[in-house]
Structures are given as C-alpha cells and as structure tokens.
C-alpha cells in the first residue's frame, strides 16, 4: 500500500466515523437539561441587575463613558444578547464536532497570549497587561486569558478522551498535559494574572484528575500546592520573590499598619469589607447601595458582589451563592451522565471553571483569600468574558441533548 493510499483510506475512515457520529447524535438528541439552562438564564438576570445597580455612579461620573449612567449595563447587555444567541447555537450542535477544533483552539490561545506580552501590542491598565485591541472597534477590547480557558477545556477534553488507559502513564498521559498546563499558566501569570492562571491551572487538573491520571501524582500535586500556599501565606517566602508580597500583608491584617499603607495598598480590602458588613441581614435595599459611590473601587467588576452584600444583604448574598452551587451541581450531574467521555470531560471542564471562579470571588470579596483580582460569572463587567462563559454554557447543554434516556423501571 503506498502512502497516499493510506492517507486516503485514513480520510475515509475518520469521514465514516464522523456520519456515524452525527447518525448517533440525530438519534439520541433529546431536548435541553431545562435545569441547568433555567439556573443560567437565572443568574444572568440577576447579574445584569446588579450590574446596572452597582455601575452607574461611576459611568454617570466618568469621561470615558461619556456621563452616561447606563453606559456599562448597555454594552453587558449587548453581550448577554450576543452570548444568549451563541449559547442556543452552540446548544443545538453536535458537540462531538468540537474535537476537530481542539487543536487550532489551544495554538490560537497560545499565540493570543504571546501577542499580549509584546510590547506595543497589549493593552495595559491598573499595571497589568491583559487586554489586546478589537480592529475596527473603538474601545473593543478583550482578555486572551478568557480564551485560553474555553481552549484549555476542548483540548483537554479531546486528548484525555483519546488516550484513556495512557492516561495513568507519566511520558504520554502525565507529561505532556501538565508541560501544557505550565505554558498556557506561566504565560497568563506573566501578564501578570494569577487568578486566571489559578483557574486555568485548576480546571485543567481537575480534568486530569477526571480523565484517570495515576494516584500518585494526584498526591504530589495536593502536597505541592499545600506547601506552595503555605510558603507564600504564612511566611516571609513572597515578600523576597513576588510582587504580590503586599497582598499577602494586606489579607493578613488589612486595618493594620500606618495611614499610607492603609491607603495604597489596603484601600481596596477595607473597603470590600466596610461594603459587606454595612448590608447586615437583609441589606439597605436594591439600588440604595452608599459605597458604590466612588468609595468602592471596582464595585461593578471583581468587587459587584460586595455591592450585593450591601444591597440584598447575608440573606441575598446567600441565595446567590445556592443558585451558583445548585448551577455547579447540574453540570456535574450532567458530566456524570454524559453519553461518552468527550462530553463528560468539557462538562467537567466548563462547571469547575465557574465553581472556582465563583468560589475565589466570593472569598476575595470577604477577604477569606488574598485579593487576585477575579471577576464573578454573569455578575462582573466584561463582555468578552460574559458571551465566552455563555458559549461554555452552550455546550454544557449541547452534552445533556445527548444524555441516554433513563431506562423504565
């Protein structure tokens, strides 16, 4: 047989796989996981209110968005619009379709993230370059990190799939996912990021844990990340090594130190927690909030849910954070029952992204952990980030079309 023969029965194989696929899918299609779909479209909705609550004193107040008190809820909502359109897209395709995107997914995520380390060619605020320009939009920005997450889950998800049993192996199951992981992580910190390198990092393990790696490194990655976390909170490790060291500081005791310190570095802290604490049981009411005028910085992005907390207060507060884990919940059930492994792993992939990006929100809001500068999904401003999170959702319930129907007792 020579070589172009081989290529061509190779096409015609994978072409004969790929029409028993969709046979498959056609056939076993059902309708969408209304659960999950109703507890999204939920969270949405109320994000979006808190949003135009906690943003309008500041665009009212700002030049940018040339005084307009409905600036930042306009542009969310464009996006939601836009996210809602691509999310029921992406619900009605065959997401076995997806495997033949994982590749270009992860190098497109690659290049992006080295694009926004050029000098000249990211855009830099508050210190941190994590924003590359739109072409042809004015103002159209978006973060190569919130790619890079969506990238990471299609990726994974197909290579684990494919490999199986190699998965318990270090050269070729071990090896080249955690050396991949590293890169896209190390890339995403360099911006600097770490709490989007802590979600990537996080998600993908957790997909490796999923996927059957062996025990062993599963035990050394926990002891890893148990003395890592140690070393930079309770001792001296990060002030020598890392510009984070002032965080570590802040978080231990943000009311403490001299007036300047309090000012530059703690501000942001006492201010969430003055902002939390003043919502007391049931809160001051929605749209009442005193701290999101301009004493709370960032109160209609990483810090909207302690306008939450001010507003609806603990009782509020806690009823969100149930819709996020009853969310959280249903993905998990739907990856459990998913039809095959391809579909199990980026259910697993997409629900621990928005369990751990819930969970780090809310604990920097209340100073449970140090502040890392992460947005809360569906609440926080960022449309990039919005519409991205509601493809994942997308393909979330394009999985549960095709979970197996329960058999009849």
Known sequence: MTKAEYKQRKRLREREERRKRQEAWEAARGPLDLPFLLLALLLLGIGLIMLLSASFPSAQASKSSN???LYYFKRQAMFGA????????????????FRGLAKLGIIVSIVLLVLVLIPGVGITRNGATRWLGI???????????EVAKLGIIVYFAESISQKREKMRTFREGFL????????I??????????????LIFGMGAAMMVVGGIHWGWIAA??????VGGYLMLFTDLMAKIDYNAARITVWRDPFGGDLEFRRKYAYQTIQSLITVGSGGLLGVGLGKSRQKFMFLPEEHNDFIFAVVFEELGLVGATMIMILFALLIIRGFWIAIHARDRFGSLMAVGVTTQIALQAFLNIAVVTNLIPNTGISLPFFS?????????LVEIGIVLSV??????????
């Open 185 to 198: 992580a190390g890339l995403t910190l360099k911006e600097p990021h770490l709490s989007g390198a802590i």
């Open 221 to 226: 990655g926990v002891g890893t990340v148990g």
């Open 381 to 389: 401003y960022g449309g990039t980030a919005l519409a991205i999170q």
């Open 400 to 409: 549960s079309r095709q979970m197996p129907a329960p058999k009849a007792g």
């Open 135 to 145: 072409p042809g939009i004015q103002a159209g920005q978006f973060q190569p990190s």
């Open 82 to 97: 836009l996210g809602l359109f691509a999310m029921f897209t992406v619900s009605k395709i065959n997401y076995e379709r």
């Open 67 to 69: 005084y307009d008190p």
């Open 176 to 183: 080249p996912h955690i050396l991949l992981l590293g890169v």
